[in-house]
């Protein structure tokens, strides 16, 4: 998407060299708010493996007890 316009099926080479200083800013905080999305989105991805890991260690113990007081 184009930082400039917001349209999609554009992007900021397409502006001229004016243009494109104008919105150095906005351009400079979009790039911004996509690294913070990013790290937010990897954030949410160490959580989701962290519970996933969680879920897995009780589901084994509970096999473990299981075990022990299968026999
Ligand atoms: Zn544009």
């Given at each position: 998407?184009?930082?400039?316009?917001?349209?999609?099926?554009?992007?900021?080479?397409?502006?001229?060299?004016?243009?494109?200083?104008?919105?150095?800013?906005?351009?400079e905080?979009?790039?911004?708010?996509?690294?913070?999305?990013?790290?937010?989105?990897?954030?949410?991805?160490?959580?989701?493996?962290e519970?996933e890991?969680?879920?897995?260690r009780?589901?084994?113990?509970?096999?473990?007890r299981a075990?022990?007081?299968?026999?």
């Amino acid at each position: 998407m184009c930082d400039i316009c917001g349209r999609g099926s554009c992007c900021e080479s397409f502006h001229s060299l004016e243009e494109q200083q104008r919105y150095e800013k906005v351009i400079e905080a979009f790039d911004r708010a996509r690294e913070l999305r990013q790290q937010v989105r990897d954030e949410i991805d160490e959580e989701a493996r962290e519970i996933e890991a969680a879920e897995r260690r009780v589901e084994h113990e509970a096999e473990m007890r299981a075990d022990a007081f299968g026999d």
